[in-house]
């Protein structure tokens, strides 16, 4: 016996709902997503990450953005908690409870086991289709290496890697990130391995 499709919802339904969930969920197609807990080294690089940008846009018109901002692919109606997002002049929001922007500049994901496939894909493909976003970073939770897509003026997307003495040129901030910032104090408390 096949088990019934679930039902989907609309993004105004998701909305509603996620704003009186106790946890968060992304939405996908009509369907809300719970989004699991991350480990130390995941924190860590995301704190660092948000310090980071927070220090380096201190003198532009640019905010950076903690995980509990949504980001709306208005194209696609998805919503995602990305690790920290970076949004330049005037916020645009969703609608006027303002915790879902619709422009950002830079998005940043750290790589976890259970996400990894989703950032590199569903969600960089909807990412790139955000026309003010140029700077998509995904940073790896188990060692120093940032990969950095850029939007070239083409609209094409390059792709580079970064790692523990480099700086990320963020292109769309004009600001560059230090790698050994981003994981300052990230691998210093790991667990010795049974075996």
């Known amino acids: 016996m096949a088990l019934p499709a679930p039902s989907l919802l609309s993004a105004a339904e998701y909305l509603v709902r996620e704003r009186a969930a106790a946890a968060k969920h992304e939405f996908f197609h009509g369907q809300m997503i719970a989004m699991a807990g991350a480990s130390l080294e995941h924190n860590v690089i995301v704190a660092n990450v948000v310090a980071e940008l927070r220090g380096a846009l201190r003198d532009r018109p640019c905010i950076a953005l ?43 994901e750290v790589l976890s086991d259970s996400t990894e496939r989703k950032d590199r894909g569903d969600k960089f493909h909807d990412y790139r289709s955000i026309p003010s976003c140029t700077d998509y970073l995904m940073c790896s939770s188990t060692e120093p290496l940032v990969e950095h897509y850029t939007r070239d003026a083409d609209g094409s ?32 408390n790991r667990s010795p391995t049974a075996g």
């Open 157 to 188: 997307w390059r792709l580079r890697e970064y790692g523990t003495s480099d700086v990320v040129p963020l292109r769309g901030v004009d600001v560059t990130l230090s790698v050994a910032e981003i994981y300052a104090k990230a691998f210093e």
């Open 66 to 108: 903690a995980s509990d901002m949504k980001v709306v692919v208005g194209a696609r109606g998805h919503y995602y908690y990305p690790d920290a997002s970076v949004v330049c002049g005037t916020p645009e929001f969703a609608d006027a409870v303002q915790d879902a922007i619709l422009n950002p500049t830079v998005v940043v």
